[in-house]
């Protein structure tokens, strides 16, 4: 079961264990999903059709940012294990003592957004990863000081290749 909302107001609690049973706030959710390449998809439910974009997504921080027929939509996804941490308490003691960004994939820096010195929030984005042709924009983990970037522009990373430093 994963809950992906838009916003403190706006959520969805969706379960796809298998491909065969979806459900969406526990009822069936039936769709016809075709992907037309470069992140781009039709999307058929309930006999209305769709046109779906990936235009970012943040694997690491489970956010994406999505154009559904040209309107943008910010997604953010909580797996059962982030769920889990927010009952707990610890989802924001654990943000807290991040002190590095890494790659969460292999790509190429395509835009810095921040300087050293510079103050952040979490969820600013901090910089553009390429990968596969995709855009990731990856944000801030937490809030904190960014000490150093690690990379330069236009620069090749590898995954877990540290990219920002926080104070």
Same mark, same amino acid.
């Given at each position: 079961?994963?809950?992906?909302?838009? =916003?403190? /107001?706006?959520?969805?609690?969706?379960?796809?264990?298998?491909?065969?049973?979806?459900?969406?706030?526990? @009822?069936?959710? /039936?769709?016809? %999903?075709?992907?037309?390449?470069?992140?781009?998809?039709?999307?058929?439910?309930?006999?209305?059709?769709?046109? &779906?974009?990936? %235009? /970012?997504?943040?694997?690491?921080?489970?956010?994406?940012?999505?154009?559904?027929?040209?309107?943008?939509?910010?997604?953010?996804?909580?797996?059962?294990?982030? +769920?889990?941490?927010?009952? #707990?308490?610890?989802?924001?003691?654990?943000?807290?003592?991040?002190? !590095? %960004?890494?790659?969460? #994939?292999? =790509?190429?820096?395509?835009?810095?957004?921040? +300087?050293?010195? @510079?103050?952040? +929030?979490?969820?600013?984005?901090?910089?553009?990863?390429? /990968? #596969?042709? #995709? !855009?990731?924009?990856?944000?801030?983990?937490?809030?904190? %000081?960014?000490?150093?970037?690690?990379?330069?522009?236009? &620069?090749?990373?590898?995954?877990?290749?540290?990219?920002? @430093?926080?104070?």
């Amino acid at each position: 079961m994963v809950q992906i909302s838009t =916003g403190p /107001a706006h959520g969805w609690e969706v379960d796809f264990r298998t491909t065969d049973s979806i459900t969406l706030n526990g @009822q069936p959710f /039936a769709w016809d %999903l075709a992907p037309l390449g470069d992140g781009r998809y039709h999307v058929l439910h309930n006999g209305n059709p769709y046109n &779906a974009e990936v %235009l /970012a997504a943040d694997y690491a921080t489970k956010s994406f940012v999505l154009k559904i027929n040209g309107q943008r939509v910010e997604l953010q996804a909580k797996d059962r294990f982030d +769920q889990l941490l927010d009952r #707990m308490g610890l989802s924001s003691a654990a943000a807290t003592k991040v002190n !590095e %960004l890494k790659a969460p #994939m292999p =790509g190429l820096i395509v835009d810095i957004r921040v +300087q050293p010195g @510079q103050t952040v +929030q979490k969820g600013d984005p901090l910089l553009v990863l390429e /990968a #596969m042709k #995709m !855009e990731n924009i990856l944000k801030a983990p937490t809030d904190g %000081l960014v000490s150093g970037i690690k990379v330069e522009l236009r &620069a090749n990373v590898t995954k877990g290749q540290v990219l920002v @430093q926080f104070a």
